[in-house]
């Protein structure tokens, strides 16, 4: 098998867009849709949840399923947009009653890194990312995905940080992007069955680097007893 590169969102043409860009999300059918389908995803995966069970979870007819969304692919993303929309809104409220854009910057750290642990989300990124790999259909909205994330991410980082994002050491998208690389290469050890333990020190070591970039020095945990986590 080979493995197209996946490309930039200013490649694709307009035209060649498959998803509705005027979906309204918080209506009650679309949403009950987006719920439903949220539910049997996470119950079976990507691969073994199908249209028709989604439609009869949301009730709806699997015509009017299809009217709203084209194909299993983009209602996949749509909900992983939906999450993204909520994970948001979860970070941005963890941070909104400290005034030091340095201490709202790692307790917005905490929020993402802790809801993505809870929710099972690092693995399911990474579910997202490999069939995009072997399927051209989904590769076309994970690139939209990729691009709906990133501003998303830039966006966050700026209403969190404010002034602080001037006196670190990289811009906002550049730290928008390494946090999106860290989601999915975390991802990738979550789906492998990586230990906890090591995906957990990774997000403490992220921790600990963003502290270093935004100028907040901490005390360090006491390392791992030797043999404490598997090699």
């Not at 991410?153 to 928008?176: F, K, N, Y």
């Amino acid at each position: 098998m080979t493995y197209q590169t996946l490309p930039h969102s200013a490649q694709l043409n307009a035209a060649l867009v498959p998803w509705k860009l005027d979906l309204d999300r918080e209506s009650a059918p679309i949403a009950g849709i987006l719920s439903a389908a949220e539910s049997c995803f996470a119950r079976a995966g990507y691969e073994g949840a199908s249209m028709r069970e989604i439609a009869e979870v949301a009730g709806v007819s699997k015509s009017l399923l299809h009217y709203h969304f084209d194909s299993k692919e983009h209602l996949f993303v749509e909900v992983q947009i939906r999450a993204y929309n909520r994970l948001a809104a979860r970070v941005l409220a963890a941070a909104a009653f400290v005034e030091s854009g340095a201490e709202r910057g790692l307790l917005a750290f905490d929020a993402l890194f802790t809801t993505l642990r809870e929710k099972n989300e690092l693995a399911t990124q990474a579910e997202l990312w490999a069939g995009a790999l072997a399927n051209p259909r989904l590769r076309v909205h994970v690139v939209r995905l990729r691009e709906f994330f990133r501003s998303l991410l830039v966006r966050s980082i700026d209403q969190i940080l404010g002034a602080q994002t001037r006196v670190m050491p990289v811009t906002a998208e550049a730290l928008a992007d390494l946090v999106w690389a860290a989601v999915n290469g975390l991802g990738i050890l979550s789906a492998f069955g990586e230990p906890a333990e090591r995906v957990d020190r990774g997000i403490a070591t992220l921790r600990t680097l963003a502290a270093l970039m935004l100028g907040v020095v901490e005390e360090r945990s006491p390392a791992p007893a030797t043999g404490a986590v598997g090699r």
